[in-house]
C-alpha cells in the first residue's frame, strides 16, 4: 500500500506520514542551544538589531507624508529610518 503524500519539500522530497513522524520525534527529543541559529532566515524584514521593536503609527498630514517621502527618497533610507533619526535628533536636543 502506498503512502499518503501530503507535499514536497523544497528539494522535492515526499512529506509522507513517515517524514511527520520522523520530524516529530525530533522535535520531542529538542535541539541543542544554537542548533537551528545556522539556517537561513526566511522572508520578513530583517531585524534591526538585537533588542526587541515596536511598531506604532503616525498620522500625517498629506502634505508633510510627500515631504517624508521625498526626504527619504532623498537620503536612500525608507520612511521609518528617516521618523526614527528625526526622532533622536529632537529628543537628544530636548
Do not use: C, N, W
Request: aromatic content about 4%; hydrophobic content about 30%; cysteine-free.
Amino acid at each position: 500500500m502506498t503512502e499518503r503524500i501530503f507535499g514536497h519539500t523544497k528539494s522535492g522530497v515526499p512529506v509522507t506520514e513517515s517524514t511527520i513522524e520522523r520530524l516529530a520525534d525530533e522535535a520531542d527529543r529538542g535541539y541543542e542551544p544554537g542548533q537551528l541559529q545556522g539556517r537561513k532566515r526566511g522572508r520578513g524584514r530583517p531585524p534591526l538589531g538585537d533588542r526587541a521593536k515596536s511598531v506604532g503609527s503616525v498620522r500625517l498630514e498629506p502634505d508633510l507624508r510627500e515631504e517624508v517621502l521625498a526626504a527619504a527618497k532623498a537620503e536612500g533610507v525608507t520612511v521609518s529610518e528617516l521618523v526614527r533619526r528625526a526622532l533622536r535628533k529632537y529628543l537628544r536636543s530636548a
